[in-house]
């Protein structure tokens, strides 16, 4: 019978008994030797000087987005979430591809209930949308992450959002990704004052909003640092834009 390695009881009493350690053999220390070189220390590779570019965005030296956009506007209310914007079931699309980009934005603000919102954001048959602006209230874009959102708007053919505010996730993947200013007004309340087909402007170097159609202005927060990120299309483009990262040319 083989002795106990684990544990020994006793009548009165339980006690712990460890297994003494297994002395390695020869051939374990032999083996063990000769591997032990294959893995290199690692290398480290000093960073180079950023370019005059790159340092002038780290720095705030970059130029403010000055775009105006003019156009119709879609007129949505609170709390508008990411799958009123682009429904879970078109998720699928890819939108690097451009028939898949271009099927996304036909697909944008599918989600809004037709009873409150009977004029459609995109017309049927159609991949892209008349609204160049749209308005919303407080929270829009809140729900899930899905990077589509921003996207599907941007490839139907809207280029700025006027809101009162913001769920942070759309937020970041507007400017991530390039394709929609995501404006904050300073004011609440300019939702309930337009009407979908409102000929209005966006004035970013003038952080103003312009409803010409009820001659009404709002003011907009200024974009800030995320202007010339979006203008340069996103956080990639920006990047090798300002020599950040390399250029896919030079790559």
Known sequence: MAAPTAAATTAGASTAVLA??????????????????????????????????????????GSPSSAVFHGEV????????????????????????????????????????????????????????RYTVIVGGANFGCGSSREHAPVALGAAGSRAVVAESYARIFFRNSVATGEVYPLELSDAGAWKECKTGDVVTVDLGNSVFINHTSGKEYKLKPIGDAGPVIE??????????????ASKAAA
């Open 20 to 61: 003494p350690r297994p002395v390695p053999t020869s051939a374990f220390l032999r083996r063990t030797q000769a591997t032990s070189h294959r893995h290199p220390a690692l290398k480290c590779r000093r960073a180079g000087p950023l370019t005059p570019a790159a340092a002038a965005a780290a720095t705030g030296g």
């Open 232 to 245: 340069a299309g996103g956080i990639f483009a920006y990047a090798r834009k300002t020599g950040m990262i």
């Open 74 to 129: 879609f007129v949505v209310g609170d709390n508008i979430d990411t799958d009123q914007i682009i429904p879970a079931e078109h998720l699928t699309l890819v939108p690097s591809k451009p028939d898949e980009y271009r099927k996304l934005g036909s697909f944008a603000f599918a989600g809004l209930p037709s009873g409150a919102y009977p004029t459609p954001f995109v017309a049927p048959g159609e991949e892209s949308t």
